[in-house]
């Protein structure tokens, strides 16, 4: 079955680095997404990574897929204030038409 | 490019009444389109995926007769929630997939539903 956790929530300081954590059970996920809610608005798709990776980075955004342990996390690297919001890991499944399941996701709140 | 728009963004009802939310893809073709709500502080429950010209395909525990889904073209999918409730009461949330093969899903900026 598919079931995917994260912590619920995060707080770090301007400037210092996030990781954010995900862990997935379906061993068939074929990619595993990060994506941004902010308050009262729809899913913004930050990054992605094929489930034959073990990272990805973009920017200031770096993805570690660890597969044995079905563990993905993302990292930001000098956190802003305007990185504030929810932040959901997803994974499709191989063979299951693309449809996503989403993590419980995880309140990333950055102080000054 | 691959916006997706969702229109009303909010909306409130009387209980026992029907609402109508639209999903539209503005700068592509969306073969596939699929409807997710979202509880308060809570993640996004995948309702259905509808595929454009077919019937829609629900998700287990959703009521098909009264989370009702068209999608008549390939850029604009409705969820029409009939005899609403007020625990009906969510953030309705659609997303578009451009091709069959395409990994990549286009979320709208969901829709305020409040039953009264």
């Known amino acids: 079955g598919e079931d995917v956790e994260q912590s619920l929530f995060l707080s770090v300081r301007e400037g210092d680095s996030s990781v954010i954590n995900c862990t997935y059970t379906?061993?068939?996920?074929?990619?595993l997404y990060w994506y941004k809610q902010e308050p009262g608005a729809g899913l913004q798709l930050l990054t992605y990574?094929?489930?034959?990776?073990d990272m990805k980075q973009d920017q200031r955004l770096t993805v570690l897929l660890n597969k044995k342990d079905k563990h993905l996390s993302l990292r930001i690297a000098d956190t802003q204030t305007g990185d504030s919001a929810i932040y959901f890991c997803?994974?499709?499944?191989?063979?299951?038409?693309?449809?996503?399941?989403f993590g419980t996701g995880t309140q990333l709140k950055v102080e000054l | 490019g691959a916006v997706v728009s969702q229109h009303p963004s909010w909306v409130i009802c009387k209980s026992g009444t029907s609402v109508k939310i639209e999903c539209r893809s503005l700068?592509?073709?969306?073969?596939?389109m699929f409807w997710y709500r979202q509880f308060p502080k809570q993640s996004l429950m995948l309702m259905a995926t509808?595929?454009?010209?077919?019937?829609?395909?629900?998700e287990q525990g959703v009521e098909k007769d009264k989370f009702l889904i068209n999608h008549a073209s390939l850029t604009l999918s409705t969820l029409t929630v009939t005899s609403a409730h007020p625990e009906d009461s969510s953030f309705y949330i659609c997303?578009?997939?451009?091709?069959?093969?395409?990994?990549?899903?286009?979320f709208g900026p969901g829709t305020r539903l409040t039953v009264t």
């Open positions: 700068d592509f073709q969306a073969t596939t």
């Open positions: 997303s578009a997939r451009e091709g069959a093969s395409s990994y990549e899903q286009y």
């Open positions: 509808s595929n454009e010209g077919s019937k829609a395909t629900y």
């Open positions: 997803a994974e499709s499944i191989r063979g299951g038409g693309n449809k996503l399941t």
């Open positions: 990574i094929f489930s034959n990776m």
């Open positions: 379906d061993s068939s996920s074929t990619y």
